[in-house]
């Protein structure tokens, strides 16, 4: 029986490099997905919905595909951090995150199209940020521009060198999609990256 083609729904240059590591052959697709919180939807359950949602939002032009679907948003103190989308918002976001923990909520959901089954999860992961001043912020947002990215960093970039300290079980979850996770729901399904090959397609 051969094995169900692998779709990322997802456009994130760095969710499809981050999957490029497992050396899995996969295509992306765009899921057009209404991202907004609901009223008092925790940043856990709103990740997970929003996974899942973009999983099953590409499933109808790829009916027999397992889709990756994936999520991720910050919070401090419980309160969601949006992305900045502008100089100055990424200034006041970094501000108010200096000296503290930024908790990241990572939803991942692997979709069975043709079943219409879905494995969710999420996989958090704490960043302790350095004391900075607003030299140095101005400075990073100025230089990096992370104005898409969600806690106004790119971790996978200078925003290293904002962090004092790293807590989680998958340093790729900050990132965008967590891969130790992603690999045992795939090996469920029959795909291990550990045993087979195959360069990604566009």
Same mark, same amino acid.
């Given at each position: 029986?051969? $094995?169900?083609?692998?779709?990322?729904?997802?456009?994130?240059?760095? @969710?499809?490099?981050?999957?490029? @590591?497992?050396?899995?052959?996969?295509?992306?697709?765009?899921?057009?997905?209404?991202?907004?919180?609901?009223?008092?939807?925790?940043?856990?359950?709103?990740?997970?919905?929003?996974?899942?949602?973009?999983?099953?939002?590409?499933?109808?032009?790829?009916?027999?595909?397992?889709?990756?679907?994936?999520?991720?948003?910050?919070?401090?103190?419980?309160?969601?951090l949006?992305?900045?989308?502008?100089?100055?918002?990424?200034?006041? $976001?970094?501000s108010?995150?200096?000296?503290r923990?930024?908790?990241?909520?990572?939803?991942?959901?692997?979709?069975?199209?043709?079943?219409?089954?879905?494995?969710?999860?999420?996989?958090?992961?704490?960043?302790?940020?350095?004391?900075?001043?607003?030299?140095?912020?101005?400075?990073?947002?100025?230089?990096?521009?992370?104005?898409?990215?969600?806690?106004?960093?790119k971790?996978?970039?200078?925003?290293?060198?904002?962090?004092? @300290?790293?807590?989680?079980?998958?340093?790729?979850?900050?990132?965008?999609?967590?891969?130790?996770?992603?690999?045992?729901?795939?090996?469920?399904?029959?795909?291990?990256?550990?045993?087979?090959?195959?360069?990604?397609?566009?």
């Amino acid at each position: 029986m051969s $094995q169900p083609k692998l779709v990322l729904a997802s456009t994130s240059p760095f @969710r499809r490099a981050l999957l490029e @590591r497992l050396g899995l052959a996969f295509t992306t697709a765009a899921p057009e997905v209404d991202e907004q919180p609901l009223p008092d939807e925790p940043a856990q359950a709103l990740v997970m919905r929003l996974a899942e949602a973009k999983a099953r939002a590409v499933a109808a032009s790829h009916p027999d595909a397992l889709i990756i679907g994936s999520d991720q948003v910050a919070s401090i103190d419980g309160e969601i951090l949006g992305k900045p989308g502008g100089h100055e918002a990424a200034v006041a $976001q970094l501000s108010l995150c200096a000296g503290r923990t930024v908790t990241f909520q990572t939803g991942l959901c692997l979709l069975d199209a043709a079943s219409g089954r879905a494995q969710t999860l999420v996989e958090p992961f704490r960043v302790q940020m350095r004391a900075l001043s607003h030299v140095q912020i101005a400075g990073y947002v100025a230089r990096e521009r992370p104005f898409s990215s969600a806690g106004s960093f790119k971790s996978e970039g200078l925003g290293i060198a904002l962090f004092e @300290r790293l807590e989680g079980e998958d340093p790729n979850a900050l990132i965008g999609l967590p891969l130790i996770r992603l690999v045992t729901l795939l090996q469920g399904h029959g795909i291990d990256p550990l045993t087979q090959g195959g360069q990604p397609l566009d």
